[in-house]
């Protein structure tokens, strides 16, 4: 069965205390891992895709990278702004429904100043 | 680029009453739209799938008869939530994809149902 795991569920830190997300995936013919935030009554918002093991890429104070079985959000001297819940998505090239995404439960970033 | 919208983004019905949520993809044309609904602290779950002129395919569970989806252009999909309950009550985001195959999601539609 296909799954994605986040951890932590949740996570405190202090403004300018670096620290890393994790999404694992047990997913037969991956096609692409993509990371969203999500702010209260708002709909997720595009962070990065990623699609091959090895591959990173770099938006402000995050960075996404991707291996075989998992990937990681690292988040560099966050800032209070930088709160919000963060999810990551699975798209893989099997099944009947065509770009479907399954998603993590997601991790809830606080970051107090 | 790559903005979705949603309207309304927020309704209130009465129980046994139908309502009708638009997504529009703005700045594209969109080969597929998804549709999810979300419970407070909860992650998104996928309701139904749907591609411009054909029906919509709906998640193990899903009633298709209950949430009505229509896909009748490459920038409109419509969700009709047909007589309403209040456990229908939740977020509803909709979702868009293009030849790229990523998602761009919609601001999302609070419904209450009471």
């Known amino acids: 069965e296909d799954q994605v795991t986040q951890s932590p569920e949740a996570l405190r830190l202090q403004e300018g205390e670096s620290s890393s997300l994790n999404c694992s995936y047990t997913?037969?013919?991956?096609?692409?891992l993509f990371w969203y935030r999500q702010d209260p009554g708002k709909g997720p918002e595009f962070l990065f895709t990623l699609y091959s093991a090895g591959e990173e890429k770099e938006k402000e104070r995050l960075k996404a990278t991707l291996t075989k079985k998992e990937s990681f959000l690292h988040i560099t001297a966050p800032k209070p702004e930088d709160s919000a819940t963060y999810l990551c998505?699975?798209?893989?090239?099997?099944?009947?429904?065509?770009?479907?995404?399954?998603f993590g439960q997601g991790t809830i970033l606080t970051v107090h100043p | 680029g790559a903005v979705v919208s949603q309207h309304p983004s927020w309704v209130i019905c009465k129980s046994g009453t139908s309502v009708k949520i638009e997504c529009r993809s703005l700045?594209?044309?969109?080969?597929?739209m998804f549709w999810y609904r979300q419970f407070p602290k909860q992650s998104l779950m996928l309701m139904a799938t749907s591609n411009e002129g054909s029906k919509a395919t709906y998640e193990q569970g899903v009633e298709k008869d209950k949430f009505l989806i229509n896909h009748a252009s490459l920038t409109l999909s419509t969700l009709t939530v047909t007589s309403a309950h209040p456990e229908d009550s939740s977020f509803y985001i909709c979702?868009?994809?293009?030849?790229?195959?990523?998602?761009?999601f919609g601001p999302g539609t609070r419904l209450t149902v009471t």
């Open positions: 997913v037969s013919g991956l096609r692409g």
């Open positions: 998505a699975v798209q893989y090239t099997g099944g009947t429904s065509y770009g479907k995404l399954t």
């Open positions: 979702s868009a994809t293009g030849h790229d195959y990523e998602q761009y």
């Open positions: 700045d594209f044309q969109a080969t597929t």
